[in-house]
């Protein structure tokens, strides 16, 4: 079982940068996580991942180059630096845990957090 907090959003301009932290409780070493994003009307879509062993990190087309995906295992915390932020960058941004690999699908991941609100806007 693995329990996922998401913290550090909040309202930025463009341009701007913000970092996500999710800090997990549980059996957490072992796992593959992942970042992904709602949008108000708008399905979740995968944002970053990254494997257990930090060997692996995947981004969407959308994100790459602006956002890094970082873990830090011995303090049980999954990190999201974002830069170069836009309005379209606007969202709930939830953490995400699973077992089957660093994978852009919302069903490959088992435990979700709650997600924290992050706003693009001048």
């Known amino acids: 079982q693995v329990q996922l907090v998401e913290s550090g959003g909040g309202l930025v301009q463009p341009g701007g940068s913000l970092s996500l932290s999710c800090t997990a409780s549980?059996?957490?070493?072992?796992?593959?996580m992942g970042w992904f994003r709602q949008a108000p009307g708008k399905e979740r879509e995968f944002v970053s991942g990254?494997?257990?062993?930090?060997?692996?990190?995947l981004y969407s087309d959308s994100v790459k180059g602006r956002f890094t995906i970082s873990r830090d295992i011995t303090k049980h915390i999954i990190y999201l630096r974002m830069n170069t932020l836009k309005p379209e960058d606007t969202a709930v941004y939830y953490c995400?845990?699973?077992?089957?690999?660093?994978?852009?699908?919302?069903?490959?991941?088992?435990?979700w957090g709650q997600g924290t609100q992050v706003t693009v806007s001048s």
């Open positions: 995400a845990a699973g077992r089957r690999g660093v994978s852009p699908r919302i069903s490959e991941y088992n435990y």
């Open positions: 549980g059996t957490f070493s072992t796992y593959y």
């Open positions: 990254i494997s257990w062993d930090d060997r692996t990190t």
